[in-house]
């Protein structure tokens, strides 16, 4: 697991390949957006450069979270042929001393942009911090653990950017925690489903999360039942007319656009425990899709206007 002495362009490569971006850009962005959405336009504040820096913050964040992981997990990974090629920790690719390193880099540029958000956003940033830390470090490890498992990574991985983006430009959600509770269902469904596609090596590595105290039936109840209720705050949150209605007219043509995806693995390429497994990458696509045209939209009224 350890080599220090890769070439540099190699264990560049393998710091690239640690934050595993690729996995989490898809709905960090959509999140932070709809997040600065949902505070500037019912308060009619223009957007400017913070949503940029609260943005790249998230980004950041949620890199930091992968890569203290795949550190943290190095030891297990190694047991797993498939699991040990992805990880560069375990594969040599870099060395722990350097994966450390270059996590206190991104947590230091992570805090400097959450502070151009403001004293909320830093707050708010530093707690998602910290989870990421708290989450995977071998001493808490709260993902080894039944209900802090997901409590944590549900949080760190969604409401807590979306919160980020609205406090940006605004202290007072309202209604808007409803959508702040939905986007956290959502990612509890995520995370349940993750337990249960590894569900044969964390028991393996004698790991005691929601999955394995739940069982893999339960495990999949909860899974939909997580939707079922994200699908109620969201719908109780348009009823309020927190999102504008013409966006109802993007959502045909986004569902026109997945269609021309068709997945044959789930979102982290992997083979799709269910049916919803596949759904992922689409909704992914119909999610930006809306997000990017009501971002447009609200651009293109602040310069006219």
């Known amino acids: 697991m350890a080599s220090n002495t890769a070439p540099l362009r190699e264990q560049l490569n393998g710091l690239i390949r640690l934050t595993r971006w690729k996995e989490y850009i898809p709905f960090v ?21 913070r949503l940029i820096a609260v943005t790249l913050g998230n980004i950041l964040a949620v890199a930091y979270a992968f890569m203290i992981n795949d550190i943290e997990d190095a030891p297990d990974d190694a047991r797993d042929p498939a ?15 350097i994966g450390y390193a270059a996590c206190r880099i991104v ?12 004293v909320e956003v830093f707050f708010i940033g530093g707690l998602t911090l910290l989870l990421s830390h708290l989450y995977s470090w071998r001493p808490v490890r709260l993902k080894a653990w039944p209900v802090t498992d997901v409590v944590s990574h549900s949080l760190m991985l969604s409401g807590l950017l979306l919160l980020a983006g609205y406090f940006t430009y605004h202290n007072d959600p309202g209604i808007v925690w409803f959508v702040a509770l939905g986007a956290t269902l959502v990612s509890v469904y995520g995370q349940l489903y993750n337990q249960l596609r590894d569900y044969d090596m964390d028991k393996a590595a004698g790991l005691h999360n929601t999955a394995i105290i739940l069982g893999e039936n339960n495990t999949r109840r909860m899974m939909y039942l997580s939707i079922a209720l994200a699908a109620i705050c969201f719908l109780t949150a348009i009823v309020q007319g927190v999102f504008p209605f013409w966006l109802a007219l993007v959502i045909p043509v986004g569902i026109g656009v997945s269609m021309l995806y068709r997945p044959t693995t789930d979102m982290r390429g992997t083979v799709a425990v269910d049916a919803s497994g596949l759904m992922q ?8 899709l809306i997000v990017g045209v009501w971002l447009i939209e609200r651009i293109a009224s602040q310069l006219i206007f």
Do not use: C, E
């Open 83 to 97: 699991r040990a090629a992805k990880n560069p920790i375990t594969s040599g690719q870099i060395g722990v001393r």
């Open 107 to 118: 947590a230091a540029a992570t805090l400097i942009l959450y502070a151009l958000g403001g």
């Open 281 to 288: 990458m689409q909704f992914l696509i119909i999610t930006n």
């Open 29 to 49: 962005i959509p999140l932070t957006i709809i997040g600065a959405l949902l505070a500037a336009k019912p308060h009619d504040v223009s957007m400017d450069w």
